[in-house]
């Protein structure tokens, strides 16, 4: 499945680069996961796929891939040298109009600046199938409403609509895309798997002896059929005929990927197969090496005007340096004030950035720059300070996970500072604006890095949340059950990341801002007497606010009050919504969230049943949940903690984490009965 050329597709490109390696396959077995074989023929449609109207296996699936092939070969050109051809096969079962857009396909193709350096496409066919009148009736793609339209700088796209389709409709088209190698010389990544189930999807490449391939397989689905053999294969020149291997890549019966809760980007996760050409040996010839080593990136990057050159142009950052350095002579503090005035004085442009755009000094100047421009010169103020600093590169969770197996610059779009003082070390990002260092943005949580040390050779480091999602709510009050009235005081405090997403919305505004936001979040309660304190004074403290509240229940009858005591911070519905899952549990940050309640009864009241403790805990220290409610005197005391210390789970671990939440949810809705004494 070529994402790029079926725009009705899920969205996305896929790089070589950015690959999901949950499981790496070698490509060194035979045939694995079964017999069974399904090799259709182009015009011909079986009745019961026609009369099918639900998919069996996914009752919600608009449309289904019956069938889709890639197939790629390399022949020999005698004016346009080595040839690619990637020919495509595609069947679509149309289960519901809302699938009708399927039948508009697009066909990209790279336009050079001579003849030798264009991409075309050849042998483009297709069909459409509907039962009328009790048969079989194919209505054949017409050639003249073919189009092709520039879409791009150096892109041309072939665009077809094939005719008559309606629900219940079978669509099928096949066609090549031409390649000469020294435009494309690595097929696009075939990605098994899409918003709508499949049934069938099979790759097929025949690789000669002389092109050597890295083959990288990704996702969470099991390949039915792993084929691999030795055959002869005939380019077209006598100097590139001779030997090869030929490989089949079989999924069978792919559900449809769904985007669920806590994962980093969709292509981390999709079942697809990659390329990356290492070497070219041509006999007779020259041998030609593509492939790096993580060392020849480090190598570029120190030697890139635009990254290394930038680390070795300090002087406009004189002054702020010898004002930081009068100031203090502790790592630990200029550490600090260095970062403080990097993330007061520069404007993140949006923009994450492996290149210094226009170069720091200019950024500088201008107060605005892009993360890699921003975080570079905080480098190079660092190092200035005699603070050990190091630019670490990553690769953002929306822009995948790192593939450490395939060296590649195009791994990354980010740069954060590592900065060590003493025995401690610290991540840093001066383009988040409220962000204590130490603490990243969750954007950059994605597992691994790669730091480019001053000196000796780059390594990957791991990358872990210094702080968790935190936060302390607390509610003193009275009950008057007779009138259905809760009046008290309500505070919150928030820190880690929970500060981060508040100081980054409220920070700048002004406090009445977020008491809307608060009314709308609990609009049942009367709020007076908002105080905020801490809001951007000191980032290492938490954000706290108090107020006084009141809440009157219509409902309440004499004698009887029900109430539910998580009165803020409740839980009301489970993030984990599937039955199951394939795909591992990505986090992001740890949570911390608890609940104090102190309610007080007035004189002949009390709690008609006392409910039951809950502590709920994770496997291997991964999370814990409390919940407890108790009566001392005529004082309810509540007291709830959830608290989730791991970020990842594993696939077969989603049932417990699934269960956790649900725990949650429930006991967050349990109510409290408070009735009158019987005197």
Not at 442 to 449: H, K, S, Y
Request: aromatic letters at 12%; proline letters at 5%.
């Amino acid at each position: 499945m070529i994402n790029s050329l079926l725009p009705t597709r899920l969205s996305g490109r896929f790089r070589g680069s950015v690959l999901s390696i949950p499981f790496l396959f070698l490509f060194l077995g035979f045939q694995a996961f079964g017999q069974d074989d399904f090799k259709p023929k182009l015009g011909l449609i079986d009745r019961v796929s026609l009369e099918m109207t639900a998919y069996p296996g996914d009752s919600t699936a608009d449309a289904v891939y019956l069938y889709d092939r890639g197939k790629v070969n390399f022949t020999y050109d005698d004016q346009k040298g080595l040839l690619m051809t990637t020919n495509i096969w595609v069947r679509i079962k149309i289960l519901k109009e809302s699938a009708l857009a399927r039948a508009s396909a697009g066909i990209p193709c790279y336009e050079g600046p001579s003849y030798k350096e264009q991409e075309w496409v050849e042998d483009l066919k297709g069909y459409t199938y509907n039962l009328e009148n009790d048969q079989i009736v194919r209505t054949e793609l017409d050639k003249k409403t073919v189009r092709r339209e520039k879409t791009a700088e150096s892109i041309a796209t072939t665009k077809f609509n094939l005719p008559n389709v309606k629900k219940g409709s079978i669509i099928e088209y096949t066609y090549s895309v031409v390649s000469p190698m020294n435009v494309k010389n690595e097929p696009s990544p075939w990605v098994f798997q899409s918003s709508i189930p499949s049934r069938w999807s099979e790759y097929n490449i025949v690789v000669p002896d002389f092109l050597d391939y890295k083959m990288t397989m990704g996702g969470y689905l099991q390949l039915h059929i792993n084929n691999q053999e030795a055959t002869n294969v005939s380019v077209g020149h006598s100097r590139f005929d001779g030997g090869g291997r030929s490989y089949r890549f079989v999924v069978k019966d792919a559900p449809a990927f769904v985007n669920e809760p806590y994962i980093t980007t969709e292509a981390d996760y999709l079942s697809k197969i990659a390329f990356e050409l290492a070497t070219v040996r041509v006999p007779g010839g020259m041998v030609k090496n593509y492939s790096q080593t993580w060392e020849n990136v480090d190598r570029t990057l120190d030697e890139a005007k635009w990254f290394g050159g930038e680390l070795r142009r300090s002087g406009f950052l004189k002054e702020i340096r010898d004002e930081i350095a009068q100031k203090t002579t502790d790592p630990a503090e200029r550490m600090t004030l260095a970062y403080k005035h990097i993330q007061d004085h520069m404007k993140w442009d949006g923009y994450s950035g492996l290149y210094s755009g226009d170069g720091i000094k200019k950024a500088y100047d201008n107060r605005k720059g892009n993360a890699c421009d921003i975080n570079l010169m905080l480098t190079v103020l660092l190092r200035e300070l005699d603070v050990e600093c190091d630019p670490v590169l990553l690769s953002t969770r929306s822009h995948g996970q790192l593939n450490q197996y395939i060296p590649l610059i195009d791994s990354f779009n980010y740069v954060i500072a590592q900065a060590r003082v003493g025995e401690k070390t610290y991540f840093l990002d001066a383009s988040v604006p409220f962000a204590k260092p130490g603490l990243l943005p969750e954007r950059t949580l994605n597992a691994f890095g790669r730091l480019i040390p001053k000196k000796g050779v780059g390594r990957f480091i791991e990358i872990n949340p210094a702080d968790s999602q935190s936060k302390l709510e607390m509610i003193t009050a009275n009950i008057v059950p007779e009138d259905g009235i809760v009046k008290g005081s309500y505070s919150i405090s928030y820190g880690g990341y929970e500060a981060l997403d508040w100081r980054s919305t409220y920070a700048a505004e002004t406090d009445n801002i977020f008491h809307e936001a608060l009314k709308k979040e609990v609009p049942e309660w009367k709020i007076q007497n908002l105080v905020i304190k801490n809001k951007a004074e000191d980032l290492k403290g938490t954000v706290n606010v108090s107020c006084d509240f009141e809440l009157e229940d219509e409902n309440a009858s004499p004698g009887v009050f029900y109430f539910n005591p998580i009165m803020a911070g409740r839980w009301t519905k489970n993030p984990l919504k599937s039955k199951d899952r394939i795909y591992p549990i990505d986090l992001g940050t740890g949570i911390s969230a608890s609940f104090i309640g102190n309610f007080t009864l007035p004189e002949g009241y009390a709690l008609e049943e006392m409910p039951k403790a809950e502590i709920v805990v994770l496997p291997e220290k991964g999370g814990k949940f409390s919940y407890q409610v108790r009566q001392v005197g005529n004082v309810i005391q509540v007291n709830t903690m959830i608290q989730v210390s791991r970020t990842r789970f594993l696939p077969e671990e989603y049932g417990d984490l699934k269960e956790f939440f649900e725990r949650v949810v429930q006991k967050h809705a349990q109510p409290l009965v408070i009735k009158k004494k019987n005197i």
